[in-house]
């Protein structure tokens, strides 16, 4: 099974669909999915002494201007782990690009029947200011000590949940679309 093909992105995008989580939430590695191989490596250990605030994963069957599936930032109170596929809805995104260029991060939660304790995250601004600016500060600096990646990180502010949907309905065409 590919985790990138195989596993649906749900009929009720964009409302509702799976996130595939690379990185478990207080991790120090970054682990990714290769899509065209089927597995998780190890992308390399962090640089700079940080931990993953959230999980972090993509969205699969979708296509992101940088080539890769969407990233998703998916908001938890509890870790899970690589591979674990999570029903999750779309609350915001974060705007940014890096030397792949464009890529955008969508904020996102899951599904109230998985973790009640985040059910009353509907957009951005139900998000705990100091949460908000943890994940713009995790991911313009854990690049920091990387070379050649660091001075092409910009961070472009954060959008709502509809300019979010808008940007999951193109991947989803560009996905269908290649």
Request: proline letters at 6%.
């Amino acid at each position: 099974m590919n985790l990138y093909t195989d596993v649906p992105r749900l009929e009720s995008l964009p409302e509702e669909f799976n996130i595939v989580v690379d990185i478990p939430m207080h991790s120090t590695s970054k682990f990714e999915y290769d899509e065209k191989g089927g597995y998780f490596k190890l992308d390399r250990t962090l640089y700079s002494p940080l931990i993953y605030p959230f999980e972090y994963g993509f969205i699969p069957q979708t296509h992101g201007e940088d080539g890769d599936a969407l990233d998703a930032i998916l908001l938890a109170t509890r870790p899970t782990f690589a591979g674990c596929v999570v029903k999750s809805r779309v609350v915001g995104v974060l705007k940014m690009s890096d030397e792949a260029g464009i890529d955008h991060k969508l904020i996102c939660v899951p599904v109230a029947k998985l973790d009640p304790r985040l059910a009353h995250i509907q957009d951005l601004e139900d998000i705990e200011l100091h949460l908000i600016k943890e994940i713009e500060l995790f991911m313009a600096d854990y690049k920091k000590l990387e070379p050649g990646k660091y001075e092409f990180v910009k961070i472009e502010g954060f959008g709502d949940r509809e300019e979010a949907k808008q940007i999951l309905i193109k991947g989803a065409q560009a996905y269908d679309n290649k």
